[in-house]
């Protein structure tokens, strides 16, 4: 069991004839140094156990950046990822449009030109028809007049 400061300050040392009790004196010191020497040693686990620390701390000081820096880079990969993909579905809509109205163009263009081409049908059935009124009139004139 180690002496606590107190303890070895209130320590009475017995007198002998000569100065103190030699034994008593021996035993005292002894004692002393192993107290002495137990805090010694617990003073260097603790050292040992702060430097410890002190090297994980560092490491976990290390870490923490390394983490900040990567979660940063991660947000502003997300940002550039999120603005591409709005340029790219713009892009898109403004194809898509452009597509449609193109298309709508062609329908029409076609809708002009199958009105036109229905149109000059009906002026060649009617010219035929006519045509064939005519002709079914002429006989019939011919065969009165006969």
Known sequence: MGLSPVEIKHIRLER?????????????LQEIAESY????????DL???VEHLE????????????LRTTL???ERASQE??????KESELVLTEAHAEARAVT??????????TAEARR???????????????????TEEREAA
């Open 81 to 86: 990822l999120k603005e591409q993909a709005r």
């Open 47 to 49: 050292a040992d156990k």
């Open 105 to 114: 163009r062609r329908a029409h263009a076609e809708r002009e030109h199958l």
């Open 37 to 44: 020497e137990d805090v010694w040693r617990d003073r260097a």
């Open 16 to 28: 002998a004839l000569f100065g103190y009790k030699r034994t008593f004196v021996d035993d005292t």
């Open 72 to 74: 940063v880079s991660a």
């Open 121 to 139: 049908i009906r002026s060649l059935l009617r010219s035929a028809l006519e045509a064939l009124d005519v002709e079914d009139a002429e006989p």
């Open 55 to 66: 090297h994980e701390l560092v490491r976990f000081r290390e870490l923490e950046a390394l």
